[in-house]
Each structure stands twice: as structure tokens, then as C-alpha cells.
């Protein structure tokens, strides 16, 4: 092959590398994807690294620590275009749940020396701390939307990842609405969408991995869930899981936080 | 406005729904089916399965209403023993639960989540493919489908909702080849309404509970006096030509008279109502009601209302291209007013808010629909009252804009 391949860079931060996983399990897609692009640095695959530069970097992992904060500002010099990956890079992820909570304690608890752990008082995403091209929402992201956003990359086009509820792709698939027929709780409405509806499609209510989707309305749906037979505690619980540090989820579970 | 018109060939432009005078009988709205041609028959269940069969070696693919995860959704059918027998519904604003019924009806039951347009207007299809050969580039539409599509058990409200489709893709300039193919060659097979749904209001959009036109072969069933069966009306070549393949007797007058008094009792027991004869003025000269932010509070943005809804019909479209850049497919999709995308502009969403979104929608739906294809776009089915995650309901929030409660509410 002569023609220069884009070079393309996997970074992680903190994170359960579920999403840089999401990359490797694109199987039939990863030769085609490796004969497009210079795999340059991806540690998960291979401790064969090239020097940046990269066109394409992709940010899996939220900061939560100074080391982290400052290695990001590295990245984003050398990278033309940064993308982050799944819910800890977009939003900060589980791990921020800290931000509600005191992290000295956290570390108290879960550590025997807690003295050696040199941690931020909170998990943020990539986005408070550099500038970021396009995010890829996910907890962990679809391998089908990772490949298309680097299609999308490669042809110099703008990505298919609606923004609307998941809703919708529970329609386009068929499926019973779990809430309406079911009375399931599920946050479907509120969030965005880009899995398929994978868990009403198993008559599960949707958890919310994707974060808000565009317009969301959480306080409605969260009165309809009282109605179902959520009490606050649980309303509170409901919003605080993957994309906890999500503005619109942020801001729910503390209206519901006595 | 006559100069947008000329823009778009007003002379080209045909007023009714092509398929119109595929089924119309010439009915006039208020009479009953009894009176059609006065040849009504009876069939027994038996003789309803020979109907299906005979639908069947006809070589139609058959549709119907089947029991799946504690709902009501059509899917293929290959007996009526796939129809939900003995089942029917319970339907609130954002609620929807299956029960036993004390009888065996196999028609028992309120429209379900779906609608027909799943069939004749696909939630996605490929619109064409594009492959790269060195430099050359060849584009392959996507191919008209062939199939023959019969829908047995299709209410009135639906017949209603497949013309006022009808009218929106192939009554016009423009045609869309995909819903053209499938929806001159399908086969309807009616049931007027034995009873009404809680969320139902055809009665008050004069779009049921009776099917008056569009069909084939409409159906009543009867399940008093201890006998089960069902009236039978052929209204098509095609029905008439079904009907004497199958086991049926002459209706009786008795039968007729039952029939017509279930469809009335039907009607006369809506679970909801709308007054829908001033809509257009109503809503176009209330466009800054307080009402509109009240309902926004509520509305989720989600899009459900417009998915369910059997006449909402607008779609987007996506290119996707595979890595190498070797090829590239367009996919047309189930859009909807209710996404940011659906308003976006250069530099932004025309309808941002939840507000605007909502009013776009319920406007367009009972207003402007009107001033655009000459009827309301609303059927009365129901379904976005049943099937909005918060329990918003249409008819509740006409109400509130015309300022009076349900009591003040005139009869349909």
C-alpha cells in the first residue's frame, strides 16, 4: 500500500477498558479498519508504539487524577482529531460517582494505605479539559457505531449517531414499549440513542449507558416513575449509574437527593 | 400562496388519494354496510379460516393481529388460531395491559402498539447502493418489492390511516415507488369494532368504528345469542371473488340488525372525545396558548407519539459508506417532528424547544394537515394517548386550549 494511511492513536484513561475492547472485538471490521489506518499506538493490542503526531486519536477513560489532567493537554497537541470514547471519557463515568460523595473516605474504605492513592476529588470528562471533536456516547460503545464514526473519519464526513431518545430505535426494531406495556421503569425517553434498545428488546428497561439524549426531559419522566412505584431514593439511584456526572442526569438524581 | 403552488406544477397535482376509487364503494358516510348492494353473508369460524386459506392460494402473504409479550402486534399469520382468541386490552394514557376476555372472540380487542404502516411504510429500507469501480461509480436503486400483502383484521380508523397516507405518498407529484408497489396489491380484510377502547375517539374524527370504504372485505363478529360468527361484506372483485370460494350463507336479518347494533354500541362508547370540527381555527388562532408551555413541561421529546401514530409518515435519510470507501449505501428511516435533526438548519434547530416541537406536531396533525391534503391527520385511534410514556393525551390538551373541561365537551 503507498498511499499515507491516517495515523491512529488509542488512549486510556480511568476507565475498564471496555470501550478500547469495543475496538478489538470489531473482528470482521479490524483488518479492514487496520488497512486503513496506521494503528500508531494502542497499547491494549500492542506495546509496538509509533511516535505522534496522530490524525485520529481515540480517548477511552475519564480524569481523575493531576497526572491524567495534564497527559490529556499532551494528547490533544498531538492529535488532529480527538474522539472520545463511552460513557468515562463523555461524562466521567461510574467513577463519578465520587463527585457526590467525599473520595478521601472512598479511599479509606477500599484501601489498606490509603496514603499511597493520589487521587482528584473528582471524575470529569475529556471534554472540561480539552477541546474534543466528536463524542461517542456508550457504556461500553457499539462496535457498530465506533466503526461507522471511523468510516465517517475516513470519508471526511459527519457520523450517524442520532442524538434522539431510544425510543425511537425501539420502534424502528418492533419493539413493545416496556414502560407502557409492562409498567418496567425505564429510561428509554430520556436517553440517547445508539445501543438499538438493546435491553427492551430483552423487556428490560433501559438503563441510560448512552447518557441524555439532545433534548432530555428527565423531570417528567422521573414523576411517571414515582407513578410506577419508584420512591426518591430509588429516583435518586436511577440517574447515578454510568453517566452519573451528565448534566441532565447530574441534576435529577439531586433534585431526588434528600 | 398560488405562486408556491405554480413552483410545484398545481396542475400536475392529483386532489384525492390514487387508490380512492380502488375501493370506493360509493358508500355515503352515513349509511350503514348492511345496505351495500344488500347481499350480505354470514360465515362461521370455520368458514373464516377457509377465507384465510383461500386468501392464502391466492398467493398473498397474511398479516394479522397475534399475541406477543402481552401485547397485540401483527405479524404473519398462518391460521386464525394465530389470531389472540378469547384475549383483549385495557388502555389508559401511557398504560396497556392484556386480560381475558369471558368469550371466545377473535376480534375482542383495541388497536395495538402497532400500525399497517410497518408494513406498506418500512421503519427503515435501503434506498439504493453505490459501488465504486476503480473510478468509475455505479449506483443500484433499491428494487420495488413484489410481494403481496393481505392485512387481515385492519379497523376502521387504520382503513382511514392508510388514505390519509395514501394521499401523502402517492396522491401527489411525488411517489414513493416502495408504498405504491406494496399498496396496489394489497388485500384488506376489515373488522368493524365490537367495542371501543378507553383511548379510542374514531367516532369524534369520523373515521369509525365502522369501515364504510378501502376494503375488500369487511367483517363483523357476533358473539351474542350463543353462536359465533361473522357478518361478511365483499366490497372488491377481489372480495366478492374470495367470499364464493368460501362456506357462507345469506346474513339475516337478524344478524344485520345484530351487527348494527354492535357497531353502534360501539360508537356510543368511546373512551375518549374531540371535538373536531373547528380544530384548524382552533389551534392556528391559539398558537401562543399558555397551554403549550404547561404541555411541554410534561412532553419527553421522545418521539413515541409520532412512531405509533398510523398517518405520521416522515422520514430521514442516512449515508453510510464502509471503510475502504468502496461502497455506500442510503437507508431512509422513520423520522420524526419530535428530534432536534428533523428542524436543523445551518446553524441550528428551527424548533428547539419542547414547546414548539409538541405544537408543530398536534397543529400539524388536527390544523394544517387539512390546509395541506384536504383532511385532519388524526384517526382517533388512540394510540399516542396509550402509548406516550407520560400519559399525554391529545384530546385532553384540545380541551385545555378551547378552555373547558370533559363534562363541557359536545358530544361527537
Known amino acids: 500500500m503507498d498511499r499515507a494511511r491516517p495515523k491512529l492513536a488509542v488512549w486510556k484513561f480511568a476507565s475498564c477498558d471496555g470501550c478500547q475492547l469495543s475496538l478489538l472485538d470489531c473482528e470482521d471490521e479490524l483488518l479492514a479498519i487496520a488497512g486503513e489506518v496506521e494503528i500508531a499506538y494502542f497499547l491494549e493490542a500492542t506495546r509496538a508504539t509509533v511516535e505522534g503526531p496522530y490524525d485520529l486519536s481515540l ?36 467513577q463519578a460517582l465520587r463527585n457526590f460523595a467525599d473520595v478521601r473516605e472512598y479511599a479509606a474504605i477500599v484501601y489498606a494505605r490509603p496514603d ?62 416496556v414502560m407502557v406495556g409492562h409498567g418496567t421503569p425505564c429510561l428509554g425517553p430520556v436517553t440517547h440513542a445508539g445501543c438499538g434498545a438493546i435491553c427492551p428488546s430483552y423487556n428490560r428497561g433501559c438503563y441510560g449507558c448512552y447518557g441524555p439524549m439532545e433534548t432530555p426531559n428527565a423531570p417528567s419522566l422521573s414523576a411517571w416513575l414515582s407513578k410506577l412505584g419508584m420512591d426518591e431514593d430509588a429516583l435518586k439511584r436511577v440517574y447515578r449509574t454510568f453517566n452519573a456526572n451528565a448534566e441532565a442526569f447530574r441534576k435529577e438524581s439531586e433534585r431526588h437527593d434528600r | 400562496m398560488g405562486a408556491g403552488k405554480a413552483l410545484i406544477g398545481a396542475d400536475k397535482i392529483q386532489r384525492r388519494p390514487i387508490y380512492f376509487d380502488l ?4 358508500v355515503g358516510q352515513e349509511r350503514m354496510a348492511a345496505q351495500v348492494d344488500g347481499a350480505m353473508a354470514t360465515v362461521t369460524v370455520e368458514g373464516l379460516q377457509a377465507l384465510l386459506q383461500a386468501i392464502q392460494a391466492r398467493g398473498y402473504r397474511a398479516f394479522g393481529p397475534t399475541l406477543q409479550n402481552q401485547a397485540i402486534v401483527y405479524d404473519d399469520i398462518d391460521s386464525i388460531d ?8 385495557e388502555q389508559d394514557g401511557g398504560r396497556y395491559r392484556l386480560l381475558r376476555r369471558a368469550d371466545e372472540a377473535l376480534f375482542g380487542y383495541s ?66 415507488p416502495h408504498y405504491k408497489a406494496l399498496r396496489e396489491r394489497a388485500l384488506i380484510v376489515a373488522v368493524n369494532c365490537g367495542q371501543a377502547g378507553n383511548t379510542c375517539f374514531c367516532a369524534s374524527m369520523h373515521a369509525g368504528p365502522q369501515a364504510k370504504q378501502g376494503f375488500d372485505i369487511a367483517l363483523t363478529e357476533l358473539l351474542d345469542g350463543g353462536e359465533h360468527v361473522f357478518l361478511v361484506e365483499a366490497a372488491s372483485d377481489e372480495g366478492r371473488a374470495l367470499l364464493a370460494q368460501i362456506p357462507h350463507r345469506a346474513a339475516s336479518n337478524r344478524e344485520i340488525e345484530t351487527a348494527e347494533a354492535v357497531i353502534e354500541r360501539t360508537a356510543s362508547s368511546m373512551g375518549r372525545k374531540m371535538r373536531s370540527d373547528d380544530l384548524n381555527e382552533l389551534l392556528m388562532s391559539n398558537l401562543e396558548h399558555p397551554r403549550w408551555d404547561e404541555v411541554a413541561t410534561r412532553c419527553l421529546t421522545c418521539a413515541n407519539c ?20 468502496e461502497r455506500a449505501e442510503r437507508w431512509r428511516r422513520w423520522d420524526s417532528c419530535f428530534t432536534m435533526d428533523f428542524s436543523y438548519i445551518h446553524g441550528g434547530s428551527v424548533r428547539a424547544s419542547a414547546k414548539s416541537r409538541y405544537r408543530q406536531w398536534m397543529t400539524h396533525k388536527l390544523a394544517t394537515w387539512i390546509d395541506q391534503f384536504g383532511s385532519s391527520g388524526c384517526v382517533g385511534c388512540g394510540r399516542c394517548i396509550t402509548w406516550c410514556p407520560v400519559g399525554i393525551d391529545i384530546t385532553e390538551e384540545v380541551r385545555a386550549i378551547r378552555g373547558c373541561d370533559a363534562s363541557a365537551e359536545e358530544p361527537r
Not at chain 1, 493531576?66 to 490533544?76: C, L, P
Not at chain 1, 480539552?130 to 475516513?154: H, M, N, W, Y
Not at chain 2, 394465530?82 to 386490552?89: I, K, N, Q, S, V
Request: net charge negative; with cysteine.
Open chain 2, 82 to 89: 394465530d389470531l389472540p382468541r378469547g384475549w383483549t386490552d
Open chain 1, 116 to 177: 499511597y492513592i493520589q487521587t482528584l476529588a473528582t471524575s470529569t470528562a475529556i471534554a472540561e479539559h480539552v477541546k474534543v471533536d466528536f463524542e461517542l456516547r456508550g457504556c461500553p460503545i457499539s462496535t457498530r457505531q465506533l466503526v461507522e464514526v471511523i468510516s465517517a473519519f475516513l470519508a471526511g464526513r459527519k457520523p450517524q449517531t442520532p442524538p434522539h431518545s431510544v425510543c425511537v430505535e425501539c420502534k424502528i426494531a418492533g419493539n413493545l414499549c
Open chain 1, 59 to 94: 480517548v477511552e477513560g475519564s480524569v481523575t487524577t493531576a497526572h491524567d489532567a495534564a497527559r490529556i493537554q499532551d494528547i490533544r497537541k498531538q492529535s488532529r482529531f480527538l474522539v472520545t470514547i463511552g460513557a468515562c471519557a463523555t461524562s466521567g463515568g461510574v
Open chain 2, 23 to 26: 375501493h370506493d364503494k360509493g
Open chain 2, 111 to 176: 388497536v395495538g402498539p402497532q400500525s399497517w404502516k410497518k408494513y406498506l411504510h418500512a421503519p427503515k429500507l435501503r434506498l439504493w447502493t453505490a459501488e465504486r469501480h476503480g473510478e468509475d461509480v455505479s449506483v443500484a436503486p433499491e428494487a420495488s418489492p413484489s410481494d403481496r400483502l393481505a392485512f387481515i383484521g385492519v379497523r376502521a380508523c387504520e382503513i382511514r390511516a392508510i388514505e390519509i397516507q395514501d394521499r401523502a405518498l402517492v396522491g401527489d407529484l411525488y411517489v414513493d
Open chain 2, 306 to 325: 409520532t412512531m405509533v401514530c398510523p398517518t405520521c409518515f416522515c422520514t430521514s435519510v442516512e449515508d453510510v459508506s464502509d471503510l475502504a470507501g
